[in-house]
């Protein structure tokens, strides 16, 4: 059995200037721009293990859900998998697919805290996309596309930033 979270992040071109480093005296520039393209990351990670399914797809819905969720059950197809999810409209739909070896635990509504894939969302913004302008949706695609494989590659990473105390109840 592995136990997995899910969540799906939005990640776009409209740009948030942060804080950044600069030598005393200086005041660092962080460009800006405010457009309104945007992806979404689907994620599943399983903590205690370190690992991580993800796809970038065009929108948040049941048919994107479907999709995700056939990836998931093919990368881990050895695998009995409950996974945890919040309540969001296509997690309950009667369209949407669940395949035979994953079972959902819907975590309580309005409750992101719980869930660790949000501190997946958090280490992708601060890290990779820190005061960055994308010339185009795809650039910004590769970036996520980067970062994600390295973000899988790093087992020990995701368990420090996703390991949280409700995973580690055993069944």
């Not at 991580?52 to 994107?64: F, H, K, N």
């Not at 093919?74 to 309540?87: G, L, T």
């Not at 930033?161 to 580690?168: A, E, K, L, Q, S």
Request: net charge negative; hydrophobic share 45%; with cysteine.
């Amino acid at each position: 059995m592995l136990k997995m979270a899910q969540d799906e992040g939005r990640f776009g071109r409209i740009s948030i200037p942060r804080r950044a480093w600069a030598p005393p005296g200086i005041r660092p520039k962080a460009p800006r721009q405010v457009i309104r393209q945007s992806s979404y990351v689907y994620a599943a990670v399983a903590p205690e293990q370190g690992l991580m399914a993800s796809l970038i797809l065009p929108s948040a819905d049941t048919a994107m859900m479907n999709l995700f969720l056939a990836h998931v059950a093919e990368v881990f197809a050895d695998y009995f998998i409950v996974m945890q999810v919040d309540q969001a409209g296509w997690h309950r739909s009667k369209e949407l697919q669940v395949p035979e070896n994953i079972r959902f635990i819907f975590q309580p509504a309005y409750s992101p805290e719980v869930n660790p894939v949000e501190h997946l969302w958090e280490e992708l913004r601060e890290k990779y996309l820190h005061n960055l302008v994308f010339s185009s949706l795809e650039e910004l695609i590769d970036v996520l596309c980067t970062a994600l494989n390295d973000l899988t590659d790093d087992q020990e990473r995701l368990r420090s930033m996703m390991f949280f105390p409700h995973f580690r109840i055993e069944a």
